[in-house]
């Protein structure tokens, strides 16, 4: 099932608390696990991520990374492959 989270960016208190528990999420299950016990970068994948990754980063002192379809980031790319859930591989840009 699909969910957009554009209508959260409406509400303001509603985009707020997604950000909070996000956070709140990696520094209290996440981080703790990784042997560094720190996030050096967050990756937004895309349009949402474009969104949502940089304040995340912000929050934890990390640096963020956006990732596109090839071509369409400027300046010098890494390309990499993934699949997506419903199993189509895309190439993409770091």
């Known amino acids: 099932m699909f969910l957009d989270i554009f209508p959260l960016l409406r509400d303001p208190l509603a985009f ?6 996000f ?8 981080i703790p ?6 996030i050096d970068v967050i990756v937004g ?5 474009f969104l949502i990754g940089p304040l995340i980063a ?3 002192g990390a ?3 956006p990732v596109r379809k090839r071509g369409k ?8 492959n993934y699949e997506k859930e419903y199993g189509v591989v895309r190439r993409v840009s770091l």
């Open 33 to 38: 696990s990784l042997p560094t016990k720190k």
């Open 73 to 80: 980031l400027p300046g010098e790319c890494v390309s990499a």
């Open 63 to 65: 640096a963020f990374v």
């Open 16 to 21: 707020e608390t997604l950000i909070t528990h």
């Open 45 to 49: 994948l895309d349009a949402r991520g």
């Open 23 to 30: 956070v709140h999420h990696l520094t209290s299950k996440t």
């Open 58 to 60: 912000l929050r934890l």
